[in-house]
């Protein structure tokens, strides 16, 4: 049985994690607002599947034979944006343009706009169908190319989520991976008071995907568990990953009045970066 | 008209390798040639029009011409909004085929009528809206989907509807004048222009001489082809299959506002009012219960003329 309060994760960021963060905070700060939370929980995530797990060429972004990955949860773009800057996608000045007129990142990472994003989302509960499109067509090409789509624990309340669910698990799509980042807060409360999913796990397994669960801050874990994807020879596969909105900085960790933040004072961005300094292995 | 238009998506696949079909739930047997021929290009996916909408622009993101089709019903409102940022934001050829468009579905209540489609895909930015008069007119506009750049709602009649249009090119985005006649304008999208024809016989009788412009092409809208004839004539009239809210009528109205002509227009919109249809019954008796017939047309068109604003 699942715990029914905020979760604890004492995992340790290592100076990676630390400067990725780091560089969210300052993207944040620059533009003035920014969903801190909810980035801050996929830091991981996306460190690991741009160091370790997928094949991509950041001078040639549509390189045909790349993996695809979609962030569904499109208000956590700043962990993508983060990962895609230090990856060499377009140069780190973008982020200090952070929701500004002349920059090309947005609150919501847009398609066409952002090098390395393949989707346009933010409205949730559509990156997955999209991405179950395109698992098709690699299929259909006979690619050897895979599909990874992040989604989040609010993101499923949408009905669209399940639709996709059905699809994939009807299609037998063993070349689609689903990162979901179950943080257990949304905007409003905790997920067991909003909309309780649990058993989260066994609903993905019960619409046909392979499902483990892993410390999503975790890197070790993470990347074991990415290695043993498809974790079904004939099934789409879900990595459940158990996260912490706010991740590595005290204050903000499981608070809600930091799931979107406008106007961060100086002190307030020196309490940030203060605290990041605090808490890393 | 619907069998003619999957038959073109049938044949057209045959010949151009980027072409799927996705379906949502559609009758047994449905492109069963396709289906047999290029199984790896045919989905049937299921009563799930939001995953059918994203999976298409999913595809579509890979360079694949995808023919979506469900009740009109529910391939606009169901999904408006994996139409509208999965396929319009992305700007991705996706074909939604919308059988039903207007009250075929009459039987079936207003569940299944189709009276805002247009208005609501006409908000969308890149999405073009198609529809035909007739079988003749689908085969010829259909080859010319494949290419068109970004989204397209093409909106489906009831089938076996008579072949009023004639056998010249089509092209995307273009009028088709039908008649010439200087004391009235008579626009249309779809199978209205029956109705339109037979009207402006009738008006012929009275002595009244009204020029049809049928528009399959409801968005992006011929607007220069509008000015022209709207300016050499005293009375505009549309007609639709649609409520008045947002439709062609709406299109028309703000081209014509706009015109800015030196001498006022006599303008009235024909269609169904801002109501969900009350009756079951057809096609035809629904459209009479709204006054969507021939007879209306005339009797609108002599009075604006009489200068009977309130008709």
Known sequence: MATKTAPINTTLLDERSRRLRETIVKAIKAGNRGHVGSSFSLVEIFRVLYDDVLRYDPKNPLWPGRDRCILSKGHGCLALYAVLADKGFFPETELWKFCKPDGILGGHPEYGKVPGVEASTGSLGHGLSIGVGMAINARFEKSPHRVFVVISDGESNEGSVWEAALCAGKHRLNNMVVLLDYNKQQSYGTTYEVLDLDPLADKWRAFGFAAEEVDGHNVGELRAALARTPLAPDRPSIIICHTIKGKGISFVENNLNWHHKTKISDEEMHALMSALGANHA | ?311
């Open chain 2, 1 to 311: 008209m619907r069998k003619t238009c999957l038959d073109c998506v049938y044949e057209i696949a045959k010949t151009d390798p980027r072409v799927f079909f996705v379906g949502s739930d559609l009758g047994i047997g449905t492109l069963k040639e396709f289906k047999a021929e290029m199984p790896d290009r045919y989905f049937m996916e299921g009563v799930s029009e939001a995953n059918l909408i994203g999976m298409s622009a999913g595809l579509a993101l890979e360079g694949k011409v995808v023919y979506a089709n469900t009740i009109a019903t529910f391939i606009t409102r169901r999904c408006f909004e994996q139409v509208c940022l999965d396929l319009c934001l992305h700007n991705v050829k996706v074909r939604l085929i919308g059988n039903g468009g207007g009250v075929v579905y009459a039987p079936l209540g207003p569940t299944h009528l189709a009276t805002e489609d247009i208005a609501i895909m006409r908000a969308l930015p890149r999405m073009t809206i198609l529809a035909p008069a007739d079988a003749t007119e689908m085969r010829r506009m259909m080859p010319l989907t494949v290419d068109h750049p970004g989204p397209i709602y093409i909106r489906l009649a009831k089938g076996g509807d008579p072949i009023v249009t004639r056998d010249e090119p089509f092209t995307i985005g273009k009028i088709f004048p039908m008649r010439e006649g200087r004391d009235a304008v008579i626009i249309t999208t779809g199978v209205m222009l029956q109705r339109a024809l037979i009207a402006a016989e009738m008006l012929h009788a009275n002595g009244i001489e009204a020029s049809i412009l049928h528009c399959p092409t409801v968005k992006p809208l011929d607007e220069n082809v509008i000015r022209d004839y709207a300016g050499q004539a005293p009375v505009i009239v549309t007609v639709e299959e649609h409520t008045t809210v947002g439709g062609l009528g709406s299109a028309v109205a703000e081209v014509i506002a706009e015109a800015c002509f030196p001498a006022p227009k006599r303008f009235r919109r024909i269609g169904i009012p801002d109501v969900f249809p009350d009756q079951y019954g057809s096609q035809d008796t629904l459209l009479a219960r709204y006054d969507i017939t021939a007879e209306k047309i005339c009797s609108t068109i002599e009075a604006l003329q009489n200068g009977n604003r309130y008709h």
